[in-house]
């Protein structure tokens, strides 16, 4: 079946085209991040939303002063719409809330790059990205 019938028939059948195309995307994302973390790590043995939670809930002195968790910008709940420091809005972390989230590795590259810079003071790890991206998808 090609992609527009896909499409086609997923919003015939009540607009699900969108959430499992997000999924694929999602998918991908996590393909390229688990390739990567078994580069880094042979032993490496999955991703886990329980890392991935305490990533986001934990509180880091390393990066900025202002960000010292992911909750400074986007709640405690991923749920929920954060805010940038500048006040602008930012569409809720997870996604079920918001499907599109995770299914561009150029666009997710480009927020971990600058997130985690900005409240740990580092890169994150392929694994801490996936990580991140299972709890995320879990919610």
Not at 40 to 62: H, M, V
Not at 68 to 80: D, G, N, Q, Y
Request: hydrophobic fraction near 40%; charge should be positive.
């Amino acid at each position: 079946m090609s992609l527009k019938a896909w499409i086609v028939t997923g919003a015939f059948i009540g607009g699900l085209a969108v959430p499992v195309l997000a999924a694929a995307g999602q998918d991908a994302v996590l393909a390229q991040y688990k390739t990567q973390a078994i580069a880094a790590d042979p032993a490496f043995a999955g991703f886990s939303a329980k890392r991935g939670a305490e990533l986001y809930k934990s509180s880091n002195s390393a990066g900025g002063p202002d960000t010292p968790s992911c909750s400074s910008c986007h709640t405690a709940s991923p749920l929920k719409a954060g805010m940038t420091r500048a006040g602008k809005a930012i569409e809720p972390m997870a996604v079920s809330a918001s499907p599109s989230r995770f299914t561009d590795i150029a666009k997710t590259e480009k927020w971990f790059g600058r997130n985690c810079k900005t409240v740990l003071g580092r890169a994150c790890s392929a694994q801490e990205k996936g990580d991140f991206i299972t709890y995320l998808s879990g919610l």
